[in-house]
């Protein structure tokens, strides 16, 4: 089992009043799987999502990756990557530094190879020299998932990715998952879209904190 | 590599503090060489005007010289002195002395000072500041010139604005001690190491009757004021220094809500909380070691051209650099804060920002 998430619950305080944004959810999620999180605004999708990343911490429950208790992001910082909604790029820096930022903090090299070949993989070998602000949204949000690909992640978690897309740019990022997936890549994605979500393996409904089906 | 490369792209938020810190730490730099220099300087020029030679001069015009001169010689080892007397007249001063030579390194556009081998001899010599010696048409040295009535041969003529810090002189003439019939004014000049000589001449003089003006005493008093003043502007540059580094603090911290997103994405992409303090610190030592190199180069040319301009020279005293090896790390260490604030920023929370 790759995600084990035992009766997990998040609290955020908005002045005296406490939202629940994860209600003790429980949830199993295997190797190589391709899995939608549908729902609602509000209802905990971007949350949980965080917490799988790491990014915030449980209130209660237990967070299982890969069989080992995630105490704090140590566990996570090299086998989960992130792709944002809005494609999260440094706007001071080009799109070739945008993408090898990570292996200053990971401590991993990337070989040129290896660039050149997830470069040509989704298309934005020629964007290298250019800015984030000389992209189209597209473009900007192959940069965001090139830079997840590049550290050999087992888990990609991808937050409303086609958020900010036209439908055929959202069509090419499922192809460009799909293919991922294909490749033994596990994918969690966040969306509204029902039609995008009916393409994963797997569909878990959120409602108000709580899963309501799978 | 690529830190630096950020850094570079960021130069503009950086600039305003690296100018800042460059300013400060120039004008810290630059006050303490100029006043360094001009210290040495004073004090070089202090020597050339021999610093051992005091002046004691009369108020009572009534002293018994011969015995004082020999009281004083005898007492404090006193082996070259010359009487001073001064009698004003309308276009001139005539100054009764012996050779000066032997106490003030005195410059000569012609011939020399009258030596006492020559006033033994009863040689009527002169020596004319140059002032006089243009008003009396220039005598070349061996020529006779009428003063008061008496012929003088010229013995030599001083070089233009002569001046030690007793007496300027361009409009002296300068005879032998035996010709004085009448005076205004007395003094002694006389080289002596001894440190003081007040309570015996006020024995011998009587109190307030002279004044004695001794050089080490002007050189130290001198000394002592350049130390204030440069101990002041080195205090003003100081503080124009911390007020910089705290603009530059100032500057991180309020730059943080800017950075908040930066510094999540950087997290998400797999910074660890140290990662991020020492990309601050890492910024904060190059914003000071930009302005320290700067402002090294800006103070080693204003040295070069004080020396072109031949105000005085600076020297090649390179200790004051000293100051970086402090500056620098205060510099590092006043970021501190602004950076631990910055890695605490959780994922989440720069992320909605």
Known sequence: ?214 | MLLLSEFWQRRRQFSLSILSNYLALFLLLAVSTLSRALMQTLEGRLEQMSLQVSCLQYLDQQVDERTLSAGLAERYHISRYSEFRICHRDEYDLVYCRDLSVLFPLDFQLGGFFTDHQVANNENAAVLGHEIWQDLGCPLPGEEINIDGAWFSVSGVLTNDTENIYFSADELIFLPLDYCRDYQESRLFFISDVPYLSDWLDEVLGEDNYLLIRQKMLKTSFSRLLRQGQAILMTLSLFALIISLLGMVNHMLSSLPTRCREIGIKKAIGARDSDIFFQFILEAQLVMLISSLGAAASNEVLMKTVSLLGLFEPGTDRSVYRIFLMVIPAGCALCFYPAVKAAKISISQAIRH
């Not at chain 1, 391709?34 to 999708?45: I, T």
């Not at chain 1, 792709?83 to 990971?106: A, G, K, T, W």
Request: charged fraction near 25%; proline fraction near 2%; include cysteine.
């Open chain 1, 1 to 214: 089992m790759l995600i084990e998430l035992n009766k997990a619950v998040k609290r955020y305080n908005s002045g005296e009043m406490e939202v629940r944004a994860l209600d003790g959810i429980s949830l199993q999620i295997e190797q190589n799987c391709f899995v939608a999180v549908l729902g609602p605004s509000g209802c905990g999708k971007s949350t949980l999502l965080n917490i799988l990343a790491g990014y915030e911490k449980l209130d209660e429950g237990e967070y299982r990756f890969a069989g080992q208790k995630v105490e704090d992001d140590h566990l996570l910082r090299n086998r989960v990557a992130m792709i944002f909604q809005d494609h999260q790029l440094l706007e001071y820096l080009s799109v070739r530094e945008n993408l090898l930022l990570p292996s200053l903090y990971r401590r991993q090299r990337v070989e040129p190879a290896r660039l050149k070949q997830v470069s040509r993989q989704l298309g934005i070998e020629g964007l290298w020299k250019r800015m984030p602000s000389q992209l189209s949204g597209g473009e900007k949000q192959r940069c965001g998932i090139a830079r997840a690909l590049l550290y050999d992640c087992r888990l990609i978690l991808a937050d409303e990715p086609t958020g900010s897309l036209d439908r055929a740019n959202g069509q090419a990022l499922m192809a460009i998952f799909a293919q991922l997936h294909s490749e033994g890549c596990s994918i969690i994605m966040v969306t509204h879209d029902r039609q995008l979500a009916e393409r994963c393996q797997r569909i878990i409904r959120m409602e108000d904190g709580h899963v309501i089906a799978q």
